[in-house]
Nanobody, 121 residues
Framework: QVQLVESGGGLVQAGGSLRLSCAASRSIFSLDAMDWYRQAPGKQRDLVAGITSIGSTNYADSVKGRFTISRDNAKNTVYLQMNSLKPEDTGVYYC???????????????WGQGTQVAVSS
């Protein structure tokens, strides 16, 4: 079973930067979309940024110009560079990817365990 291991969260002051990483625990035959979601306290989990298999990206309006998503297919890893952080960026960040573990496998959705980001004002 593939697991996603996240790292890079923490506490930072407003205006600071963090870089989140999410790596699959084992090799995956084929990767499709890779995304980052955020869940603020008491709120639903929302999409923050996504990147397709060919590198097309999309962002939530609230993070455009501040966050950058990227991926390294050889390492089965997705990154989220977060700059100019604001207190409203606080929450638990989850990575998600859609992939086929083996050529004969079906497409599966995989989720990370979440990493906490806290931005102080």
């Amino acid at each position: 079973q593939v697991q996603l291991v996240e790292s890079g969260g923490g506490l930072v002051q407003a205006g600071g930067s963090l870089r989140l990483s999410c790596a699959a625990s084992r090799s995956i035959f084929s990767l499709d979309a890779m995304d980052w979601y955020r869940q603020a306290p008491g709120k639903q989990r929302d999409l923050v940024a996504g990147i397709t298999s060919i590198g097309s990206t999309n962002y939530a309006d609230s993070v455009k110009g501040r966050f950058t998503i990227s991926r390294d297919n050889a390492k089965n890893t997705v990154y989220l560079q977060m700059n100019s952080l604001k207190p409203e960026d606080t929450g638990v960040y989850y990575c998600h990817l859609k992939g086929k573990e083996r050529p004969w496998s079906r497409w599966e959705d995989y989720w990370g365990q979440g990493t906490q980001v806290a931005v102080s004002s």
